[in-house]
């Protein structure tokens, strides 16, 4: 028996150096897709950095306008509000509407109401896209979305409120 185990293995050296050979190769392989893999993972990991960094840039642009945009929506219902005491008050010391000038003129100013239109490009896109993930910092993505969320409510209300 041991002869034929010997004789087995000579007959076999061959063989098992190639068989050591085609080890190596995968070993070097599976080690380059391992390299490369983790570049590309390190790659990625830089572009989703620089992205994410853009969208917070741009969601800070549109918060500023939507800012504004809140803003001139306030100067605007104190306006509505000052012509509806005017009026009121007209009619109180008129006992009725006596029409003239100033009267028109507010009246005018309540004719037109403006409905608040948001600021949302960015954030549409980020939620169209499935890149609010990108956001890495869990409180910020769930502030924004919470913000957006009540700029939409506040849009619709006064759209259907006009």
Request: proline share 0%; net charge positive.
């Amino acid at each position: 028996m041991m002869n034929i185990v010997r004789n087995f293995r000579q007959k076999n050296k061959g063989g098992t150096k190639y068989l050591k050979y085609a080890l190596g190769e995968i070993v070097l392989v599976v080690i380059g897709i391992l390299i490369a893999l983790s570049i590309n993972n390190l790659n990625k990991n830089r572009i989703d950095k620089l992205e994410e960094k853009r969208i917070i840039q741009n969601l800070l642009i549109e918060l500023d306008l939507e800012l504004e945009n809140l803003n001139n929506h306030v100067i605007d219902q104190r306006v509505y509000q000052a012509g509806s005491r005017y009026i009121l008050d007209h009619y109180n010391s008129h006992n009725g509407f006596k029409v003239d000038k100033a009267l028109i003129s507010r009246i005018n100013d309540m004719m037109v109401r403006n409905g608040y239109v948001n600021v949302n490009a960015t954030f549409e896109t980020l939620k169209n896209t499935g890149k609010l993930d990108l956001i890495r910092d869990e409180a910020l993505k769930n502030q924004v979305v919470v913000t957006y969320q009540s700029l939409f409510g506040f849009a619709d209300n006064t759209q259907n409120n006009k």
